[in-house]
């Protein structure tokens, strides 16, 4: 994921897209997350780490997120492990859920797999070329 996030940009792209409230947990739900501006709009990354990490595809909201956007309960079932020198991923302890992808700068991109409170569209594919062919059918 070579994503860079201009936090202006960020914040202006929440303010226009009718972003609403959204309520996300993993499977045991021993982590909720609560956003209060969230975006139906996802991308998907078919990149190495994150097919292995999310089983084909990442798909994550299309916003970034920062920690004062974020209200996380369960936080001390959080597990993170540094996948690279950019970033690390957040899962589950107690039952693997992938939480999100973090960059070293702070921002999140949640796991969209956590909400299901809306209809979700794909607005992004990265690393396209490297998208398994079970999900090109």
């Given at each position: 994921?070579?994503?860079?996030?201009?936090n202006k940009i960020r914040k202006k792209y929440i303010?226009?897209?009718?972003?609403?409230?959204?309520?996300?947990?993993c499977l045991c739900k021993k982590i909720k997350i609560n956003l209060s501006?969230?975006?139906?709009?996802?991308?998907?990354?078919y990149c190495g780490m994150c097919r292995t990490w999310a089983d084909g595809a990442l798909f994550s909201l299309e916003a970034a997120y920062?920690?004062?956007d974020i209200e996380v309960e369960g936080k001390e079932?959080?597990?993170?492990?540094?996948?690279s020198e950019k970033a690390k991923?957040?899962?589950c302890k107690n039952c693997g859920t992938s939480l999100y992808y973090k960059l070293n700068s702070?921002?999140?991109?949640?796991?969209?797999?956590l909400f299901d409170d809306l209809e979700f569209k794909?607005?992004?594919e990265y690393d396209a070329n490297q998208k398994p062919a079970y999900l090109q059918q």
């Open positions: 994921m070579g994503r860079k996030v201009n303010e226009m897209n009718g972003c609403v409230k959204m309520n996300g947990n501006k969230a975006c139906d709009r996802v991308t998907a990354c920062l920690d004062n079932w959080i597990q993170e492990y540094i996948s991923r957040g899962f702070g921002e999140y991109f949640l796991n969209a797999g794909l607005v992004a």
